[in-house]
C-alpha cells in the first residue's frame, strides 16, 4: 500500500486549498482513511477521518465547519477541503489509511501513512 499526498502550499488568511491522498495497491474500499498534521516542535495530531464508504466522518474541534473530508471510490482518492483557514493551521499534513470500516482519532489505529504536504497559512 502507497499513499502519495498532494496539494500543500501557501495561502493567506481565510484562504482555501484543497488536500488529495492517492492510494495505490489496494482498493480504497478495503480502508478508513484520516488527515493527520503536525506542527514544528507539536505532537502530530488527528485531523479528520471518514469510513470505508464514506457515510461517517469526524473532524477534531478545531477545524469543525472549515475542513470536509471527502472519498472517490473511482480515483481511489481522499481529499480535504480546507476553507477559512488560519496561521494555526501550518502544519505538515499527512494522510493515513487504517484496515477497517470505520476509524478514529488514535495514531495507532492506523496501518499506512503517506509522506506530509506542507501547509503554511501567512499573509
Known amino acids: 500500500v502507497q499513499l502519495q499526498a498532494s496539494g500543500g502550499g501557501l495561502a493567506q488568511p481565510g484562504g482555501s486549498l484543497t488536500l488529495s491522498c492517492v492510494l495505490s495497491?489496494?482498493?480504497?474500499?478495503?480502508?478508513?482513511m484520516a488527515w493527520f498534521r503536525q506542527a514544528p516542535g507539536k505532537e502530530r495530531e488527528f485531523v479528520a477521518s471518514?469510513?470505508?464508504?464514506?457515510?461517517?466522518?469526524h473532524y477534531t474541534d478545531s477545524v469543525k465547519g472549515r475542513f470536509t473530508i471527502s472519498r472517490d471510490r473511482a480515483k481511489n482518492t481522499v481529499y480535504l477541503l480546507m476553507n477559512s483557514l488560519k496561521p494555526e493551521d501550518t502544519a505538515a499534513y499527512y494522510c493515513?489509511?487504517?484496515?477497517?470500516?470505520?476509524?478514529?482519532?488514535?495514531?495507532?489505529?492506523?496501518?499506512?501513512w503517506g509522506q506530509g504536504t506542507q501547509v503554511t497559512v501567512s499573509s
Open positions: 493515513a489509511a487504517a484496515r477497517k470500516a470505520i476509524s478514529g482519532n488514535g495514531r495507532d489505529e492506523y496501518n499506512y
Open positions: 471518514i469510513s470505508w464508504n464514506g457515510g461517517n466522518t
Open positions: 495497491g489496494f482498493s480504497l474500499d478495503d480502508f478508513a
